[in-house]
Antibody, heavy 119, light 106 residues
């Protein structure tokens, strides 16, 4: 059974760095073809892909946010991480992590964590 | 970057209707498109992947088709539990979501 769960700070101030953790079970990021991605959704708006990390440590970023994003993983503890630097109010959103494979896309999702950027 | 133009943004249907949502990619995406259902306050749920493959548990009233740049997603015999927002995702070259379609009851 594949499960994922996101965790984050809840609220942070503009210009700070947002750190998110995805803790998962039911698969391993050391398995060929597996990956974890991050997607966000401002309240009432659509989905935006942010970044993916793969079993071989290959990383992909949304070009529009690339300079601010860093994705990483801890394979032994079944976790993936995302950092977003210099946040502002436009980064207020629900952040999801999801399992990804090449042929299935994002197939399993976490429940999401709400992050608010406010002074 | 590949852009995904999803239409319509909103759709009103009666129970039992057939509805269709389309996504057009800015370039050929080689059938690497998935469709997701999202209900308020919930995470998206994958319904279809690789254009037309139903994910386990997806009712057969859902279907997908297309090729090249143009893809469609249909629900035949809309049921009350289908009232939700729907998104396409291209995963051929990086990953891009469509803008979404909100399905409401007429």
């Amino acid at each position: 059974q594949v499960t994922l769960k996101e965790s984050g700070p809840g609220i942070l101030q503009p210009s700070q760095t947002l750190s998110l953790t995805c803790t998962f079970s039911g698969f391993s990021l050391s398995t060929y073809g597996m990956g974890v991605g991050w997607i966000r959704q401002p309240s009432g708006k659509g989905l935006e892909w942010l970044a993916n990390i793969w079993w071989d440590d290959d990383k992909y970023y949304n070009p529009s946010l690339k300079n601010r994003l860093t994705i990483s993983k801890d394979t032994s503890n079944n976790q993936a991480f995302l950092k977003i630097t210099n946040v502002d109010t436009a980064d207020t959103a629900t952040y999801y992590c999801a399992r990804i494979t090449r042929y299935k896309g994002f197939d399993y999702w976490g429940q999401g964590v709400m992050v608010t950027v406010s002074s | 970057d590949i852009q995904m133009t999803q239409s319509p943004p909103s759709l009103s249907a009666s129970l039992g209707d057939k509805v269709t949502i389309t996504c057009q990619a800015s370039q050929n995406i080689n059938k690497y498109i998935a469709w997701y259902q999202q209900k308020p306050g919930k995470a998206p749920r994958q319904l279809i992947r690789y254009t037309s493959t139903l994910v386990s548990g997806t009712p057969s009233r859902f279907s997908g088709s297309g090729s090249g740049r143009d893809y469609s997603f249909s629900i035949s015999n809309v049921e009350s539990e289908d009232i939700a927002s729907y998104y396409c995702l291209q995963y051929d070259n990086l990953w891009t979501f469509g803008g979404g379609t909100k399905l409401e009851l007429k």
